[in-house]
C-alpha cells in the first residue's frame, strides 16, 4: 500500500536552530516524486520543496533541505536557522507513478519555533 | 502567492443545502485537484480533473461532483449537505497531470472554508 507516515505531530525549536521533520514512505513505484508543504495558520498550503525518487543529490531550498534514504525510505525536511515565522502544519507528500498519479499526504507535524 | 485562485473564501449554510466552489488554477496549468481536509481526516485528494476531462477519482461522495471548463477554470458542487462536510476545500493546479508523471508539483489555491449548519 502507498503510504506517508509523520510520527511526529507537534514538535518544539528555539528560534535560529535547526530542525528535523520526519518522514518515511511505503510504494513498490520506483519512481516516485516527494513533496513538502508548509500550512501556516492562515491556511493556505505552500510548496516547499521537491524530490524525485531518482535525483541523488538531496533537494535544497533557501532553508529547507531534504535529507532523502532511499533505502529507509525516509525524505526528512530540515529547516535550518529556525524563524518565528516557521510556526506552522507541515505536509510531507509522495506522488508515486502508478495508481493515476494521486498524491497521498501524511498528517502532518506542527512545529513551534520558541523565541 | 501561488496563482491559484479560489473562491469564495468563507461559506456558511445550512444542512441540506448545495454549493459551488469555484477554482482558477495558475497560467498554464491544465490540470485541477481537489481536496478535502478535515480535523479527523486530515488531507483527502476527491478528484483530478486534466484538460476539462476527469484523470483521478479519489475518496469523493456520489453527492459531490465537479468539472474543469474549456477555460480550465474548476467547480466543486457539493449537495444535499451533511454537518460532516465542513471543511477547507483546497483547489491545486499542476501543469501537466498524468502526463507529467510523479514530478509534477501542485500549487495549492488559499482555500475554501465551508462550514455546514
Known amino acids: 500500500a502507498q503510504k506517508i507516515t509523520q510520527t511526529q505531530p507537534g514538535m518544539f525549536v528555539q528560534e535560529k536552530e535547526a530542525v528535523t521533520l520526519d518522514c518515511t514512505y511505503d510504494t513498490s513505484d520506483q519512481s516516485y516524486g516527494l513533496f513538502w508543504y508548509k500550512q501556516p495558520s492562515s491556511g493556505e498550503m505552500i510548496f516547499l520543496i521537491y524530490q524525485g525518487s531518482y535525483d541523488e543529490q538531496n533537494a535544497t531550498e533557501g532553508r529547507y533541505s531534504l535529507n532523502f534514504q532511499k533505502a529507509r525510505k525516509s525524505a526528512n525536511l530540515v529547516i535550518s536557522a529556525s524563524q518565528l515565522g516557521d510556526s506552522a502544519m507541515y505536509f510531507c507528500a509522495m506522488r508515486p507513478n502508478t495508481g493515476g498519479f494521486k498524491t497521498i499526504f501524511g498528517a502532518g507535524t506542527r512545529l513551534f519555533v520558541k523565541a | 502567492d501561488s496563482g491559484v485562485t479560489q473562491t469564495p473564501k468563507h461559506l456558511i449554510t445550512a444542512t441540506g443545502q448545495r454549493v459551488t466552489l469555484r477554482c482558477s488554477p495558475r497560467?498554464?496549468?491544465?490540470?485541477v485537484y481537489w481536496y478535502q481536509q478535515s480535523l479527523d481526516q486530515g488531507l483527502q485528494f476527491l478528484i483530478q480533473y486534466y484538460n476539462g476531462e476527469e484523470r483521478a477519482k479519489g475518496n469523493i461522495l456520489e453527492r459531490f461532483s465537479a468539472q474543469q471548463f474549456p477555460d480550465l477554470h474548476s467547480e466543486l458542487n457539493l449537495s444535499s449537505l451533511e454537518l460532516g462536510d465542513s471543511a477547507l476545500y483546497f483547489c491545486?493546479?499542476?501543469?501537466?497531470?498524468?502526463?507529467?508523471?510523479?514530478?509534477?508539483?501542485?500549487?495549492f489555491g488559499p482555500g475554501t472554508r465551508l462550514t455546514v449548519l
Open positions: 497560467s498554464g496549468d491544465l490540470s
Open positions: 491545486a493546479s499542476s501543469v501537466q497531470g498524468l502526463a507529467g508523471g510523479p514530478t509534477d508539483t501542485q500549487y
